[in-house]
Nanobody
């Protein structure tokens, strides 16, 4: 129903910035709650940030104050601006979409992108 494609990952130095993009296609007439998750080697996939259908945002404590999630509904795009990056931010970052309200629970999201690698050197 909805396809998600992430872009913008790469290699950056600690303290640097990176902006991830998630482009949606397919049935984009529906407004979804959108989320970003990440998974580092040997770790479980974890919640990073989410934005509701009414633009309410929520962040994991580990990224609060450094990351900003936003959406441009006209362009069917969700962004994750990442500042003051740390080595522990290194992971594959996934964009996800769900029906209904804001959530940090992985299993509640209905659609997922393929992921984009973010590597932060120290």
């Amino acid at each position: 129903q909805v396809q998600l494609v992430e872009s913008g990952g790469g290699l950056v130095q600690a303290g640097g910035s990176l902006r991830l993009s998630c482009a949606a296609s397919g049935r984009t007439d529906v407004t979804y709650t959108m989320g970003w998750f990440r998974q580092a080697p040997g770790k479980e996939r974890e919640f990073v940030a989410a934005i509701s259908r009414t633009n309410t945002t929520y962040y994991a404590d580990s990224v609060k104050g450094r990351f900003t999630i936003s959406r441009d509904n006209a362009k069917n795009t969700v962004l994750l601006q990442m500042n003051s990056l740390k080595s522990e931010d290194t992971a594959i970052y996934y964009c996800a979409a769900k029906f209904g309200s804001l959530s940090m629970l992985t299993y509640q999201y209905n659609y997922w992108g393929q992921g984009t690698q973010v590597t932060v050197s120290s």
